[in-house]
Structures are given as C-alpha cells and as structure tokens.
C-alpha cells in the first residue's frame, strides 16, 4: 500500500553546515554555551587556588570577613557550576543520536555527572563555611 503524505525523512528541516550555523537558531548558541562552561570552569578553579594560596600564606588571619567572602564565592560558584552542568546535560541529551553517538554520549554523561558533582561540593563549602 502507497502513502499519501510526504515521507518523514523529506518532512525534516537540514541541518545547516558551515558559516550558515551561526546564522541559524538554536545552533548559533553553541559557542556561547561553549564559551560559558570555559568560563566558569576556568575562572573558579583561579579564583580557588587564589583562595587556597592566602589560606596558606595566613592572609586570614581568622577574620569573620574572610569567612563571609569564603562562602558568598563558594555559593555564586555553585550558581554558576549549575547552570555550566544544566548547558552540558543538555548537550549530553542531544547527543544521544548522531554521528559517533555512543562515543560522545558517554562522555558527554561522564562530563554532565562531574559538573553536577562539583556543583554539589561547592554548595556544600560555602554552607560548611558559613554555618562553622
């Protein structure tokens, strides 16, 4: 028996390719959302081993201040880790189906389940710092 209709396949939109993919939405927020995970990853682990370095040289000196900056760091870092983990759990889901898809799937899961992990440790310091 004959369809009537347009097949499926010829129904579906083409995927952009080249310079047409920073024209065309959702694909033109690849590299922001690229951009971003880059960003927050880079400037925390900086900002930290800042942190981790004036603990150690006792630029402290066991001021609540220091304290309080601990924390509200530690807390906008496990706001913006979340949103990096949400971007790369996204981008864990649309690789499910595509071109070398078991391959980038686990390591997109892999990446998405350490961004949450680190998300978690970081909203664990900034409230084990301020309730200390």
């Known amino acids: 028996m004959a369809s009537v209709g347009p097949s499926a396949a010829s129904t579906q939109p083409a995927l952009p390719s080249g310079p047409a993919v920073f024209k065309t939405i959702p ?3 690849i590299l922001p959302e690229i951009g971003w995970v880059m960003y927050v990853s880079l400037t925390s ?5 800042l942190l981790l370095i004036s603990y150690l040289l006792g630029f402290h000196r ?8 601990d924390s509200l ?7 913006l880790y979340m949103s ?6 996204n981008a864990t889901i649309n690789s499910e189906f595509g071109v070398n898809a078991p391959l980038n799937y686990q390591l997109n899961s892999a990446a998405s389940f350490f961004a949450f992990l680190t998300t978690f440790l970081y909203i664990l310091h900034a409230f084990s710092i301020y309730y200390q």
């Open 62 to 69: 066991n001021s609540e201040n220091w304290k309080v900056l």
């Open 73 to 79: 760091y530690h807390g906008t870092t496990a706001i």
């Open 45 to 49: 682990c900086l900002i930290s081993l």
């Open 27 to 29: 694909y033109a927020f």
């Open 84 to 89: 990096a983990a949400v971007l790369q759990a």
